[in-house]
């Protein structure tokens, strides 16, 4: 029988294991979603392709969803009673899916249903967009003048049943449709007339910061909802260069108060009239980024399915379409960074397209290549070199060159690597960052030119053995040059590793911690050590060693190498991390310094006593018993002639004042050796003169 104070515990505990669970289930929701950069970059966009550019609806659904996986996913915050916004580009009616011009219904509909999936209501998800005119040659179908989108709604498949719901292939209701011109009334012409309107209909927005002084209209649902989606179409325009995320933000501009003077339709008056004292392109790329920062875009999902290059709209009612076509889809979570690939893909320079500078300017986003890490297939892999059009400029295909890396072939990484390039060049436009791949997965991204764009890795859970390095270095149209190398990884404690490993062997060491230099040795000469000061190693740099505070974390890269019975590190180059904790010297009898063989390649002391700590800070202490010109003898009746062949333990102190002879010190230094003719003894190198405490 269970006695009740048992039951009390056991439901305790009951509940205490909900409330664990519960709280891993809200972190483990909290993080769906995410976004982690690797290196400097700020923003990541993914890029998926159809395997044919005349793919399925399945086809398309799983590289729309690819992509969106790719960036990170949709936002977390999707989920039941949540107000979810799905803008596209309907710029006009009488274009249908898989035009170009509109989405591809089969890439609005895998977004509708992705929501759908993560909790959200049909009813509370929203299509809402403003068409701006009629196609050319393709006539009003019987609607009228303010009904536009209504019929770019069912143009497209939106909405085939004209009841202002979407359906699924299956005619099932799977989101609401709201016409974003509809104001309820034609308004006079703006901004002559500038408000107020139907509040019923529109919110009215100014915020600090604004590139146009003015306020803007924009319907109640885009100003209240949860999440906003926008999804753009790849193609140029024949102002704005390209028309993207941003340019979108024109699309729930109504047209009942920004309609062209005289008609009741276009977006003429927020979009090319120059009111505001800047000319037609500048307003554009200012007007866009306003409107993107009255209410910016949780997600961006672009249809590259196709790739119009007399955009937006074509000629006539007719467009150009790129061969083959594009096949791609681009998502991310920042507007700016997925229309500067748009305009990469499309082979425009990033500088000639001014509203992605102004969207920028806005901190809506990076128009930097270099910041911007590419998921998926690279932007080789889909760009094409559409013509020059409206103020997009075609840039520069060239990839820059890539002469050779920091490190050779067969290196081996003992922790940390760091890799850059060297003899690199790109005239035009310039190199904008590189990147590092381990076995085809990135590890590290730099945009620096101050540090040669060098890149690090850390060992984490990679196999020991042969593994492939790909450094690939980037210009600012992401044109890429690659140079791979083997590399071998060794696991557990850095210095450890590299200890086992045979003179000759190149070696990237780290991260570790330093422990000072030691001009007693000479100038070159410094050490570093684990964090706990079990494993420590000399190195000798080809410079003056590196003047930095004990504590600090430092990489190393080099050669190993044995003098005078000591395993050093002839280094070529370190890499400066950040502040640790200084490691704490450890206690040790005068005999018991030095210590016994590590390996083979590792030798200990002559007469060693205890475990190998050559390399490592150390503390020990005795009576002084003889000097010379740069370093003196203590003992504590450890190490004896009889036994060890020489009296006492050497303390290497360069031009540092000794003791007098009958002194009793403790000194702190680093555990060396040296060969005195007949035998490698132990040694210890102080740093400085506050090593010496005399007592």
């Known amino acids: 029988m269970v006695k009740p104070k048992n039951i ?27 976004v982690a950069q690797v290196g400097t970059t700020t923003a990541v966009v993914g890029i998926s392709k159809t395997p044919t550019d005349s793919p399925t609806a399945a086809q398309i659904d799983v590289a729309v969803r690819e992509a969106i996986s790719l960036a990170g996913g949709l936002p977390s915050s999707i989920g039941p009673g949540k107000k979810i916004v799905i803008q596209q580009n309907l710029v006009q009616a009488g274009w249908p899916s898989g035009s170009g011009v509109v989405p591809n219904i089969q890439v609005i509909r895998t977004v509708v249903k992705m929501c759908i999936e993560m909790g959200a209501e049909p009813d509370n998800i929203i299509i809402c967009e403003g068409a701006a005119s009629y196609r050319d040659g393709s006539g009003m179908g019987g609607y009228t003048d303010r009904q536009m989108t209504l019929k770019a709604l069912n143009d ?15 005619g099932t209701h799977i989101a609401r449709c709201i016409d974003a011109n509809n104001v309820g009334t034609v308004y006079p012409n703006y901004p002559g007339y500038s408000g107020p309107y139907n509040s019923t209909y529109v919110t009215r927005i ?63 008056a927020l979009l090319h009239q120059q009111s505001w004292g800047y000319d037609e392109l500048t307003t554009n790329a200012r007007g866009m980024a306003d409107m993107t920062y009255c209410r910016p875009p ?14 937006p709209v074509g000629s006539g009612g007719y467009v150009n379409i790129i061969s083959p076509k594009m096949a791609c889809i681009i998502a991310g979570s920042d507007p700016v960074a997925v229309d500067t690939v748009h305009t990469l893909a499309m082979g425009y320079n990033v500088s000639s397209i001014p509203g992605l500078a102004r969207a920028a300017d806005l901190g809506l986003g990076t128009n930097d290549p270099g910041k911007i890490e590419i998921r998926g297939y690279h932007l080789k892999d889909i760009r094409r070199n559409f013509p020059a059009h409206g103020c997009g400029t075609v840039g520069d295909n060239t990839p820059p060159t890539l002469g050779g890396l920091t490190i050779p072939e067969g290196v081996h990484v003992c922790g940390q690597l760091t890799v850059g390039p060297t003899n690199f060049y790109d005239a035009n436009p310039g190199i904008c960052k590189g990147e590092l791949y381990i076995d085809g997965i990135l590890q590290d991204s730099n945009d620096s030119s101050a540090n040669g764009y060098k890149t690090s890795w850390l060992v984490t859970n990679q196999s020991e053995g042969a593994h492939t390095l790909t450094y690939t270095l980037y210009d600012k149209m992401l044109n890429e040059t690659s140079l791979s190398r083997t590399i071998y990884v060794h696991r557990g404690d850095p210095i450890l590793a590299a200890q086992a490993l045979p003179d000759g062997t190149a070696v990237s060491l780290g991260t570790v911690i330093f422990t000072g230099t030691t001009p007693a040795i000479d100038n070159n000469t410094f050490f570093v050590s684990s964090p706990d000061g079990l494993r420590g190693l000399r190195v000798r740099y080809g410079g003056a060693a590196p003047n930095l505070t004990p504590g600090q974390k430092i990489a190393v890269y080099g050669t190993l190498s044995t003098n005078g019975g000591q395993r050093y590190l002839n280094c070529t ?16 009898q005068n005999r018991f310094l030095g210590g016994a063989a590590l390996n083979a390649y590792t030798p200990g002391v002559y007469n060693p006593v205890g475990p190998y700590n050559l390399g490592c800070l150390v503390k020990t202490s005795g009576r002084i018993i003889s000097t010379g010109a740069d370093y003196f003898f203590i003992t504590d009746g450890s190490i004896t002639t009889n036994r060890d062949g020489i009296n006492g333990l050497k303390i290497k102190c360069g031009s540092i004042d ?21 035998a490698v003894r132990r040694m210890i190198v102080v740093r400085s003169a506050s090593d010496i405490n005399i007592h």
């Open 573 to 588: 180059s370190y890499t400066i991390y950040g502040i640790g904790n200084p490691v704490k010297p450890r206690y040790f």
């Open 156 to 170: 497209v498949g939106i909405d085939l049943d004209c009841d202002l719901w979407m359906e699924d292939v299956d």
């Open 298 to 311: 949780d997600f961006v999902v672009c249809d590259g399915l196709v790739g119009v290059t007399n955009g």
């Open 206 to 268: 100014e915020k600090p910061g604004f590139l146009i002084s003015r306020a803007y209209y924009v319907p109640n649902i885009i100003a209240q909802c949860d999440v906003l989606i926008r999804i753009p179409v790849l193609k140029n325009h024949n102002l704005a260069g390209t028309t993207g995320a941003l340019k979108l933000a024109f699309g729930i501009a109504p047209t009942d108060i920004y309609h062209y003077p005289g008609l009741n339709y276009y977006k003429w």
């Open 658 to 678: 000794k003791p007098e002879v009958g002194s009793y010190i403790t000194v702190v230094g680093l555990s060396c050796c040296e060969y005195d003719g007949s």
């Open 8 to 34: 009390l515990a056991r439901k305790r505990l009951l509940v205490l294991l909900a409330v664990v669970l519960g709280l891993a289930c809200i972190s483990i929701l909290d993080n769906l979603g995410t």
